[in-house]
């Protein structure tokens, strides 16, 4: 029998490896279960030949000072990653004839595209901006949400200001509800923008998105925020969080899936059995579990309805997130790109849809010199690929690939014969990459009834179990699974009279 740990962080993405490194940076004994074998999640990478390709997310926010990858880095004594900021941080071309939007670091250059691109809209920018103003102010003194107990009450109360008081009614609207009382409302070409940028980061479109979370969003990419791609990698992210773990003594464990928790017989603390390549099966035991899988997991990682409770089942089994992703991944010539190819691209297109493009840096580390990664993503419904017979699944994977080819060819104007490399990614390739159900990817749509004091709380109903992840506040992407990890990690550290700050 293994000796018990003070917590198990179960999956290895961002989430739990940051979740890991902070427990393990206070001292606990920490074992990081991960059932791939390579660290990252979402955020990981893969390599053919010459090229690494990031697997899902390829751009990172919150490597700002006062981010949350910064003041986490900070505290854990870490470097700064190697990376470029943005600028722009997306150009976005809604295919209508007009000229494609430039979204810049640089926020009265942004204003001044938004004027052209978008003229009459100049309130809803401002109101926004006052919402963001509010929000990043009470982010920053690291709030708890949903509140679930006194502490998080006192956390939270802490964190307010008359100014999020004073947003308090916009709560239950949309980004659309703003738009309208914006004056606004009937400019298609802006709701189009806004429905395309939205369903990167919430997504779901800007009639479903909160207005408190989508306000933020929308003004990611200007100073004194801003979008980042990383030197090497995305998964430079995940090594150096993995060498915080190392130098701290956490415990990591490659292709270790968990299968079942259970409470363990002797005391009031976990028995967590993992599964090994080749079937073989392991319990460790731990006073806490931290789980950044997705909250759908938990109904089956938790059999016992006398700990897993049926209100409580009955709600993470009515959980859908609402999207899948097929993936493109090529390379390129650069000689072959457009001059001043953007690193970022979003372009508006029906079949097989709307599409992200993301695109290496000459010496970036993801392709030689003088060539280029080609990253494309389109939102798909995450039904329907898993049960196919292999024929039928390849035939569909082929069609899809070459739908997606020539979108990114018409994007980039390509020559003819450009691709050096292409493959396809499915909801059933992500399903294997990254063990999501259904291979859905982000979280579960941040609409004004799952956002913030209305969403899925870090701290479960069952004691010594904590949440983490994109289906937690403040929702998906790098830097807010950081800001997740950071709460569920000081509400376990309250919990046993101890207080988890950052560093300033």
């Given at each position: ?16 490896l ?10 606990m ?10 660290l ?6 893969f ?5 690494t ?6 751009q ?36 209508d004839g007009?000229?494609?939007?430039h979204?810049?670091?640089d ?95 919430s ?36 090594d ?7 130098r ?47 909250p759908q ?181 790098t ?26």
């Amino acid at each position: 029998m293994d000796s018990t740990r003070d917590a198990i962080v179960v999956g290895g993405g961002i989430a739990g490896l940051t979740a890991a490194a902070l427990l393990a940076h206070e001292g606990m004994s920490v074992t990081l279960l991960e059932s791939h074998h390579q660290l990252g999640g979402c955020a990981g990478t893969f390599k053919r030949g010459p090229y690494t390709f990031d697997v899902g997310a390829t751009q990172v926010a919150g490597l700002e000072p006062g981010g949350s990858h910064a003041r986490l880095f900070r505290h854990l004594g870490l470097k700064p990653l190697a990376a470029e900021r943005l600028d722009p941080g997306c150009v976005v071309n809604l295919n209508d004839g007009s000229s494609p939007i430039h979204l810049w670091h640089d926020p009265q250059r942004w204003q001044e595209e938004r004027k052209r691109q978008f003229p009459g809209s100049e309130r809803f920018w401002e109101l926004c901006s006052w919402i963001h103003r509010q929000n990043w102010q009470f982010a920053a003194a690291d709030p708890v949400l949903p509140v679930r107990s006194g502490w998080d009450l006192s956390q939270t109360l802490k964190a307010l200001t008359p100014g999020n008081l004073a947003t308090a009614p916009l709560s239950l609207l949309t980004i659309a509800d703003l738009q309208s009382l914006s004056g606004c409302g009937s400019n298609r070409r802006l709701r189009r923008f806004l429905d395309l940028q939205l369903r990167l980061y919430s997504q779901q479109s800007a009639d479903q998105t909160a207005a408190l979370y989508g306000a933020t969003v929308l003004q990611m990419c200007q100073a004194p925020l801003g979008l980042w791609h990383l030197q090497g990698s995305m998964q430079s992210l995940s090594d150096q969080l993995l060498s915080s773990l190392q130098r701290d003594g956490a415990e990591v464990l490659l292709r270790h899936r968990a299968v079942l928790m259970k409470r363990s017989n002797t005391d009031s603390g976990w028995s967590v059995h993992v599964e090994l390549p080749g079937g073989e099966r392991r319990s460790l035991q731990a006073a806490d579990v931290v789980c950044s899988l997705p909250p759908q997991c938990l109904p089956s990682l938790i059999p016992d309805r006398t700990l897993l409770h049926e209100s409580y089942r009955r709600r993470i089994q009515g959980l859908h997130a609402p999207s899948g992703a097929l993936v493109f991944y090529g390379a390129v010539n650069r000689r072959d790109l457009p001059e001043s190819c953007p690193v970022h691209l979003q372009c508006d297109w029906d079949t097989p849809g709307s599409l992200f493009l993301s695109i290496s840096r000459d010496g970036d580390g993801r392709a030689p010199v003088g060539q280029a990664t080609v990253i494309a993503s389109v939102f798909t419904t995450p039904e329907g690929w898993h049960d196919l017979p292999e024929e039928i699944y390849q035939d569909r994977k082929r069609t899809v690939l070459e739908q997606m080819r020539r979108g990114v060819e018409k994007a980039l104007m390509l020559p003819e014969g450009a691709w050096l490399h292409s493959e396809l990614s499915t909801p059933r390739g992500f399903a294997y990459w990254t063990g999501r159900p259904n291979g859905v990817v982000g979280g579960l749509g941040q609409s004004p009834d799952r956002f913030g004091p209305f969403g899925l709380a870090s701290r479960s109903p069952i004691s010594k179990l904590w949440l983490c992840g994109d289906s937690i506040h403040p929702g998906e992407g790098t830097a807010g699974v950081t800001l997740s990890a950071l709460m569920a990690c000081s509400q376990l550290m309250e919990e046993r009279g101890q207080t988890l700050t950052l560093t300033d």
